[in-house]
DNA sequence: GGGGATCAGGACAGTTTCGGTCCGCATCCC
DNA sequence: GGGATGCGGACCGAAACTGTCCTGATCCCC
């Protein structure tokens, strides 16, 4: 038993829990002399990890930001808080960085204690966003093709096609791809015996199945999910005129989910994509400034439901 | 220098990184023979994290779920995602995790290589929620304010009072505490002389001053903030009528965010907390039920200038 | 400027651990 | 049965580790 290992860990996490530590403390956590201590730190040095030292009264050890991440040692809490924030981030709308995501995610859901996943459940289904009372994509989903993906193994899963039809598809999964809001899989289709992607809000019950398979030769994921994809990301395509400056609007409209251009004369065209309508009136409407609709016509309808079931509630 | 310390910690990165491995594969890795790989993989499990192992054709080491969390190892990717995932869930309103989800961000901040920090913080700029266009609290300050704890160190910050004073407080800060939707800080204000709690969404600039100082008694902070807490954590109380039955508006309505209650003949009632009456207004309209407002009525004054608006963009 | 707290690290010696090599065995799947 | 894989005991020389000195460096506060 590497007794001088273990102790480097804990030294690592000390040091994680409580930015400032002296020496003597260290060594009475750890058991050790002081010396020790040092030559433990010197090891942490070695590894990478950049242990600031500062010397005199109220000085001590710190662990500082280097140029590689050191292993995070998270208690259960922060555990149970990582792995929610990252469910919410994968699952949701969050821009950019939903593969990392869903790749740490299944790094933790890997080595999760049973007691806390547990936990997990329990807050995401007190949390789901009022926004999308129905979860656009499930985590679990997500993570079990991760997982399946990296072992690799061939996985399985119910899938909903557009025309409703339902069947069990079995597949050696190849690359997870975001795309506009949505998720896909790239995989080969082991009963169609040809390369298929998947939206991954129509499956359900994904797993792996344990058969690990060789990867074959596989085109390139981003390019042929982007060609498989004939419809447009979005549904609805808005465009509106608003009685304010490009800049003034700007700064309430993150750039991520409209474009916002001059229109002259102190108005601005702002132009975004949405499945939801009503989510886009309401939030174009709350801006305050008065808005024209210039497309599509069914935003038009969208406001006018939208308002006249507010001057219904009002009255 | 400890060759083999560092092999363990590969070891259990690499089994992080993908589900399955067998032993030559880890040999090869590693630069050892497989007879070491075994010796490292149990030290792994005299540390008690449960590497499971399948004998045959196909199978391999394999991390399991242990226990314990084992020191989790990120790539830069997954940091950053990581990061902004907390990010947002600590700034945000995610009910529950937040506190354990600030102390995450707190150690990985402190250890987050600069260039990783930059994209963090690019990442979050593009992608404040069209919801909160004005972030409710910054997690800059919450990071800051949990590092000056946990030290314990000094802490000064700009605060702006209620009636609109604003001034620079120097403070020996003690507890956070989520209550509400808010954020607060319990500190001994050293200019004051005494006990005081303060909002974050009222700082800026907060900032550990590397002044260390020796805890003193405190009174139990969550109960010391709920009695300086005198108005109400939301500025509003919502309370409407739905013409649908508790069941199904509760499966619209997340139970943190709102209470529902039957009311006979098919109706419920509606309660929820609110600072944006809009938000209210636009979410308990959507749900596509009729509605009534019972109080307050400043909700039927935002609902009927919403609906006008709308009916104004929509003709 | 002095004293206290703190980190830094060399040298030595005894003990422990480590890692490679060589084996025989247990599983699992085809 | 054969092949791939994991399991672990025994042995031995080399290497690493730890504690115990001891001497310096800094830094801060009085």
Redesign the pocket.
């Known amino acids: ?5 273990q ?1 480097v860990l804990s030294l690592l996490n000390l040091l994680q829990q409580r930015p400032v ?4 403390e260290l060594a009475e956590r750890l ?6 201590v ?6 942490l040095r070695a590894l990478g990890y950049p242990v600031r ?9 710190q662990l500082g930001a280097g140029k590689a991440l050191p292993p995070l040692l998270l208690d259960d809490e922060e555990a149970v808080a990582v792995a929610v924030s990252l469910r919410l981030a994968a699952g949701g709308t969050v821009a950019g960085l939903g593969e990392a995501a869903v790749r740490s995610l299944a790094k933790l859901d890997q080595v999760l204690p049973a007691r806390l996943r547990a936990e997990v459940k329990g807050v995401i289904d007190a949390t789901v966003s009022l926004d999308s009372p129905v979860t656009p994509v499930d985590a679990d989903v997500l993570v079990a093709l991760a997982r399946a993906i990296r072992t690799p193994e061939r996985a399985t899963f119910d899938y909903t096609k557009a025309d409703g039809d339902r069947s069990e598809r079995r597949v050696e999964p190849y690359r997870l791809v975001a795309a506009g809001r949505r998720w896909y899989l790239m995989a080969w289709d082991l009963d169609r015996d040809d390369w298929r992607t998947f939206r991954l809000d129509r499956m359900a019950a994904a797993r792996g199945t344990g058969w690990r398979f060789k990867p074959r030769e596989a085109p390139d994921a981003v390019e042929f999910v982007r060609a498989s994809i004939t419809q447009a990301p979005y549904r609805f395509v808005a465009k509106v005129r608003i009685a304010a400056s490009a800049n003034e609007v700007a700064q309430f409209v993150p750039s991520t989910m409209a474009v916002v251009e001059p229109d002259g004369d102190g108005h601005s065209i702002l132009t975004a994509g949405a499945d939801d309508l009503d989510y886009i009136a309401y939030h174009v409407v709350r801006l305050g400034w008065p808005v024209t609709v210039i497309e599509p016509p069914e935003l038009r309808d969208a406001m006018r439901r939208l308002g006249e079931r507010l001057a219904a509630a009002s009255s």
Not at 53 to 61: K, L
């Open positions: 038993m590497g007794d001088t290992t102790r530590w002296t020496g003597t058991g050790v002399t002081t010396r020790s040092r030559r433990d730190v010197e090891r030292a500062e010397h005199g009264t109220g000085g001590g050890y």
